[in-house]
């Protein structure tokens, strides 16, 4: 069964960058909109930006201005770069893809921003 691997995370100081990866593991079928969702300790899982299969983006308040998210629809892999990230940042990250097959998630990936 195809997986979803994350990559990227760790530990950064307030107004640091990241950028995290998300590849399938083998080949999938034809993918639709991908996204990367968050979960913070004790919170329920969010989503943080959604981009279509056409690259339009939708951004959550609380990241926009700081996240790109770009996706390389030749590899199927997505793609969120973190700028000027601050503590209530720190959270599980977690990939979402959209094929016309079903949903997949990626494993998560830890991300901790120090103050």
């Known amino acids: 069964q195809v997986q979803l691997v994350e990559s990227g995370g760790g530990l950064v100081q307030a107004g640091g960058s990241l950028r995290l990866s998300c590849a399938p593991s083998?080949?999938?079928?034809?993918?639709?909109?991908m996204a990367w969702y968050r979960q913070a300790p004790g919170k329920q899982r969010e989503l943080v930006v959604t981009?279509?299969?056409?690259?339009?983006?939708n951004y959550a308040d609380s990241v926009k201005g700081r996240f790109t998210i770009s996706r390389d629809n030749a590899n199927n892999t997505v793609y969120l770069e973190m700028y000027n990230l601050k503590p209530e940042d720190t959270a599980v990250y977690y990939c979402n893809v959209k094929t016309d097959r079903g949903t997949l998630w990626g494993q998560g990936t830890q991300v901790t921003v120090s103050s």
């Open positions: 083998g080949s999938i079928f034809r993918v639709n909109a």
């Open positions: 981009i279509s299969s056409g690259g339009s983006t």
